[in-house]
């Protein structure tokens, strides 16, 4: 009867046991679920492994959301996956909404074009553009597609004030500030604004996150080279980086320090991390404010000038480095490495020589000769827009992508 007894006791307590463990796991399981969300279940797609994951949100949770939480697919390419898995990925990250998806593709495909390491891309698009970029990038030449990976995202802002955040500045343009929080197994990654275009491999930029100090964990290029014209110096009514700020377009992180460090503000005493900074500071300046989160961002490293890395304008090169005259002494002399297409350049007649250069890239077919189908159409066309301040340095837009079409050409004859 007792050993019965003793019996009838250990299953008790096995039974009791499981269901505390069971409880505790739901438990948990709510406490990181929601928190980025616009109201209503959103998916992101991959090229890569593939795997299901319901989407569950917690109406008012506080925390970032888990990107993995979303359902992922995988394109059927044979080999492209692995191919690009044998070595490091460069993590490149862009937000898309509204009329973007064109201008976006043409970003990714200069990506593409110059670099010979793995890319993987982080497109954040509206939910209406993600079959659009599905589309275009699983229709690319395989040879091309070897090169890179692709993960799609919804637009997910804090559930609190995700209107707020969504309409600062331009459309969805503030949730480059939140890619560390839903970012979050990803180390380092360098983000662009659609309307950048790579005139030479992704890789050389990549390579400044290796000149970080220790305690630098972002990079980013100058506003402006000249303080007379500089829109910072003149006009901000919030405190900036600097003599002249930096601009956004371009930006490395190293999303590891940002999520670790404390940083330094002018709201309290007691340095913030970065999830416990962003949302204080839009409510202290957003009255001040006129470029949005690159504003805030300015502000961030105005308290923390040690965390920046600084790049030279060449790196990001924009209509105000030729507009008034070539003020741009870095890329007079090695060229532009890295063109940014701001105030809609590359859709109006006011600059051809950036729309030019955007139109040869995005017509540009895949396999083609680069130099007859697209450098030599290119150099016609800046000729032509020689009678622009832009167009008369036309040159320095080809001194760098005259080297990248080149490798390009020879790539191949290196494999055989």
Not at 167 to 184: D, E, G, H, T, V
Request: with cysteine; charged share 20%; aromatic share 12%.
């Amino acid at each position: 009867m007792r050993r019965y007894f003793r019996i009838l006791l250990c299953c008790t307590l096995l039974l009791f046991f499981s269901a505390l463990y069971v409880f505790s796991q739901f438990a948990s399981s709510l406490e990181t679920e929601g928190g980025f969300s616009e109201g209503h279940a959103h998916r992101a797609s991959s090229r890569g492994d593939y795997s299901k994951h319901e989407v569950k949100k917690v109406p008012g949770k506080e925390g970032p959301a888990d990107p993995g939480q979303y359902e992922r697919h995988t394109a059927d390419k044979p080999g492209s996956v692995q191919d690009v898995a044998r070595a490091e990925p460069m993590h490149l990250a862009v937000v898309a909404c509204g009329s973007r998806l064109v201008e976006t593709l043409a970003m990714l495909k200069s990506a593409v074009l110059f670099s010979s390491k793995p890319l993987q891309f982080h497109v954040f698009a509206e939910d209406e553009l993600h079959s659009g970029f599905k589309e275009a990038l699983d229709s690319w030449p395989a040879a091309f597609q070897a090169k890179f990976n692709y993960s799609l995202y919804p637009i997910t802002f804090p559930s609190e004030n995700a209107r707020e955040w969504k309409k600062l500045f331009k459309p969805c343009a503030s949730q480059r500030l939140f890619l560390p929080l839903l970012l979050k197994d990803v180390d380092s990654l360098l983000y662009v604004d659609t309307d950048i275009l790579f005139l030479q491999p992704v890789e050389e930029i990549w390579n400044f996150l290796s000149q970080f100090n220790s305690s630098q964990l972002a990079g980013m290029a100058p506003e402006h080279e000249e303080p007379r014209i500089g829109w910072y110096n003149r006009f901000a009514r919030h405190p900036y980086y600097g003599k002249t700020g930096v601009n956004s377009g371009v930006m490395l992180m190293n999303m590891t320090r940002i999520r670790a460090t404390h940083f330094k503000n002018d709201m309290t005493s007691v340095p913030l991390l970065w999830k416990e900074l962003l949302m204080p500071l839009l409510q202290k300046y957003k009255l001040n404010i006129t470029w949005g989160d690159q504003d805030l961002l300015n502000i961030i490293f105005h308290h923390n000038p040690e965390g920046l890395f600084v790049f030279p304008c060449q790196w990001n090169y924009r209509p105000d480095h030729c507009i008034y005259g070539s003020n741009c002494a870095a890329a007079e002399q090695h060229g532009v490495f890295i063109l940014h297409g701001n105030r809609g350049v590359y859709h109006s007649d006011k600059q051809p020589a950036f729309r030019a250069i955007y139109e040869a890239i995005q017509q540009y077919p895949f396999g083609s000769d680069p130099v007859g189908a697209l450098l030599q159409p290119l150099e016609v066309a800046l000729r032509e827009a020689s009678h622009t301040y832009c167009g008369r340095v036309g040159h320095l837009f080809t001194k760098r992508l005259r080297h990248s079409i080149e490798d390009l050409r020879i790539a191949p004859l290196r494999k055989a």
